[in-house]
């Protein structure tokens, strides 16, 4: 009955979550042109630098302790150590982007630097508390200020501009509801804390040399092949083409994070309280192993899913300027499927406190995307080169991945399943190309809900009888 009550919770927030944002899509592509779109995707670069090299190694070290913190009641001493140390990154963020800004205007500069500032420190603390709500098991109120931060967030992101429509202009509008579903979470978890337990310490040197620093080089590959080119490509085809790259790849993007988010919300935190302690090798196997098999399989089919859906997608979704960003939304379909299937396997590496593991795949994914992109740029060639390139590294990195990842935590793959789901993925792209095209937004929207009930039956039934979801679902979150 909990599994069910907590499915339609995570599930009906997701999905008030993704309409959201798919609404802010249309809206901010309405207002920026795709020169202004570019400039955001470039500020989005610099927040993302901020957040997977700087915050995301103490961030994936707080979720592996959450549960524990939680019991014996140290979780908000230590939160305050952290927010210490978001400080300090949120104004390596502020320099950063006064150094992207250096040809602007000083009143430019500056409020994009504080921009950039206000969002690397409210975005933080919102993606970290909020997600903490829902591995405790506070699921209704997690969904409640997921859903308040991107609503508010869109209102006031297009109140402003309104006035002033910019890129700048939009991002604040984002970042302030941010802050409003930061300050919000906090409060409910503060009035659900029972024990109160200081401590002096986030982690310790060794911590910090053996696992963070080591996720951090990671990480810091990882940005470099996902967000980092975003400047290679304004350097060699400009604002206004980086806007249509960026916006296929952002579209994407946004329904990926959809699925991956709901799969973080509602597996996520009973595969980490299954593996909390990790010294128990056949335990924390088995468990790594369900996560794949339940994940994976999905993770294919909602690839051919795009595949299929690109052109209805955006011609629903984005405003008309944009329509030639169609063979983008097919590159990054692929593209971040590789990306998501790399983050489910980088688990083994955050299990075992072994984060080096993951420098090498990411650098060779970065180095080859970089490469195929430097190449493609001062070869003169279409900026569709620069995608494909993003792919080739991607598809390495993925490879790389699994092979380092079974080395470092054995699993066994359901492979009827994963196989099944590929096949799912090859029949889209092949039928993709034979699929109508409407001129109208009524017609495309009714093909998108009719692929959305297919897919989402096909899903069901790869889920409904795997014996690997089904022991995921049998864990216990909190405490008695």
């Known amino acids: ?81 952290y927010q210490r140390y978001i400080l300090l990154v949120s104004l390596v963020g502020f320099f950063v982007a006064l150094f992207v800004n250096h040809q602007a205007s000083l009143d430019h500069s500056i409020l994009t630097s504080l921009t950039i500032f206000l969002m690397v420190f409210a975005g933080t603390f919102n ?31 297009i109140s402003l501009s309104f ?118 090798k056949v335990i924390v196997s088995q468990a ?14 909602v690839s051919g899913f795009i595949i299929i859906s690109s052109p209805y997608l955006l011609k629903v979704l984005v405003s008309n300027q944009y329509k030639d960003a169609t063979i983008f939304l097919s590159l990054g379909a692929c593209v971040e499927m590789c990306r998501v299937l790399g983050n489910l396997l980088s688990n083994a590496a955050h299990v075992k406190r072994n984060t080096k593991a993951l420098a090498i795949p990411y650098f060779i994914g970065a180095l080859l995307s970089i490469a195929f992109i430097y190449f493609a740029g001062v070869s003169s060639l279409d900026i569709k080169w620069a995608g494909i390139g993003l792919l080739l590294g991607s598809i ?25 789901g590929i096949l799912i993925m090859v029949l889209m792209f092949i039928f993709s190309e034979s699929m109508p095209i409407f001129d109208t937004w009524l017609k495309s929207f009714m093909m998108l809900i009719l692929l959305v009930v297919v897919y989402s039956f096909i899903i ?14 049998k864990v216990q979150l909190r405490e008695i």
Not at 19 to 46: C, D
Request: proline letters at 3%.
């Open 460 to 473: 069901f039934v790869l889920l409904r009888k795997n014996p690997a979801t089904h022991r995921l679902l």
């Open 1 to 81: 009955m909990a599994f069910k009550r907590d499915f339609l919770v995570i599930s009906g927030g997701r999905l008030a979550s993704a309409f959201i944002a798919l609404v802010s899509i249309r809206a901010v592509t309405t207002f920026l042109t795709p020169e202004q779109y570019g400039e955001l995707a470039l500020l989005i670069t610099v927040q993302m630098f901020c957040g997977l090299f700087l915050v995301n190694p103490v961030g994936q070290y707080i979720n592996l302790h959450t549960h524990t913190w939680w019991d014996d009641g140290s979780l908000f001493s230590r939160l305050k150590i």
């Open 288 to 301: 790594y192993s369900d996560l794949l098999n339940t994940l994976m399989p999905v993770y294919f089919v």
């Open 127 to 157: 993606a970290t508390l909020i997600p903490i709500l829902n591995m405790l098991g506070y699921r209704g109120a997690s969904v409640l200020w997921s859903i308040l931060t991107i609503s508010v967030g869109l209102i006031l992101s």
């Open 163 to 280: 006035f002033v429509p910019s890129a700048t202009v939009w991002f604040l509008g984002q970042a302030l509801g941010m802050l409003i579903g930061w300050l919000g979470a906090s409060y409910y978890l503060r009035q659900h804390n029972k024990l109160s337990k200081p401590s002096n310490s986030l982690l310790n040197k060794k911590i910090a040399l053996s696992y963070c620093l080591p996720l951090a080089l990671a990480t810091g590959f990882m940005w470099l092949q996902l967000s980092g080119y975003r400047f290679l490509i304004n350097n060699y085809w400009g604002l206004a083409q980086l806007g249509f790259f960026a916006l296929g790849f952002q579209l994407v993007g946004q329904i990926w994070a959809l699925v991956e988010s709901l799969a973080m919300q509602f597996l996520y935190p009973l595969f980490f309280r299954k593996v909390s302690d990790y010294k128990n």
């Open 396 to 420: 390495a990195m993925l490879i790389v991945m699994i092979i380092t990842m079974h080395q470092q935590l054995k699993f066994m793959l359901d492979s009827s399943r994963c196989i099944c």
